[in-house]
């Protein structure tokens, strides 16, 4: 597969000071809890080197907020800091990438973020696997997710339904799917179990006896290898009683 240059990523450390870096969001975005406890454990470990881009008037926060207002928290008015000095197409690929491997957000935050690779910024899906060191079905199967109906997409969402559960139901047409949706929430259904309950909706009804005697005919095979082995090791005549439930040999 031929490599994309996404792009230049030579950078050099050295401190900035935290107020000239600009932020997409604010920290009340954020638990104060969570974010006294996260500038705690900088206080008692170090703090974090976080990643800029450069500017005319200053530096861009590139990824990692929490761990910025988090730092700001400590009372530190200075960070190490990686600066980079990208362009804003590379900076905002950069920045996506970063959140993406550290994995921010719920499992449909990371298909927006994919889709937005790809759609907004020419990957493929197999260069998305490569940047985020993911194998490609992980990426596809992460970005099958946004081929489901809105009302799964928002269970997603609210976690309600994970997202194992509803990757069980790509194939399933899409007004059927929330349906299923709703009666693997009220049952409690494992992924294996959704996995079962579209596997019989999805299998025509003549295929399913079809099914069950294939089933059984290799059962019944396997039970006559057993009996054969069991002959030519205690090299004596072995008989086998019973029906495909039960029996004796």
């Known amino acids: 597969m031929k490599k994309r240059k996404m792009m230049s990523v030579d950078c050099e450390e050295r401190e900035v000071n935290l107020s000239s870096v600009s932020v997409e969001s604010g920290a009340d975005g954020f ?28 530096y861009e926060l590139l990824s990692a ?23 804003e197409k590379d900076a905002e690929v950069f920045s996506l990438v970063e959140k993406l491997k550290a994995e921010q957000g719920g499992a449909m935050d990371q298909a927006y973020q994919m889709q937005r690779l790809v759609k907004e910024f020419g990957f493929t899906q197999d260069e998305v696997a490569v940047v985020l060191s993911k194998s490609r079905p992980a990426v596809a199967n992460t970005l099958r997710l946004l081929t489901l109906a809105p009302e799964v997409v928002g269970l997603v969402e609210s976690g309600q339904l994970s997202a194992g559960h509803a990757r069980t139901l790509v194939k ?20 294996r179990e959704m996995e079962r309950a ?46 495909g439930k039960k029996g004796r040999v």
């Open 65 to 87: 907020e929490f761990d910025y207002h988090a730092l700001c928290k400590t009372g530190a008015t200075q960070a190490r800091a990686k600066v980079y000095r990208f362009t």
């Open 172 to 191: 399933v047409p899409k007004d059927k799917q929330l349906a299923f949706a709703q009666e693997s929430i009220k049952r409690e259904y494992t992924v």
């Open 31 to 58: 638990l104060e809890e969570k974010l006294r406890e996260r500038a705690a454990y900088f206080l008692l470990n170090g703090a974090p080197t976080i990643a800029v881009n450069e500017k005319n008037d200053g």
């Open 198 to 243: 579209v596997k019989v909706f999805l299998t025509p009804p003549e295929v399913m006896p079809q099914q069950k005697d294939a089933l059984a005919a290799a059962k019944s095979a396997e039970l006559k290898a057993v009996v054969e082995r069991m002959r030519s090791v205690f090299r004596t005549k072995v008989s086998l009683v019973g029906n």
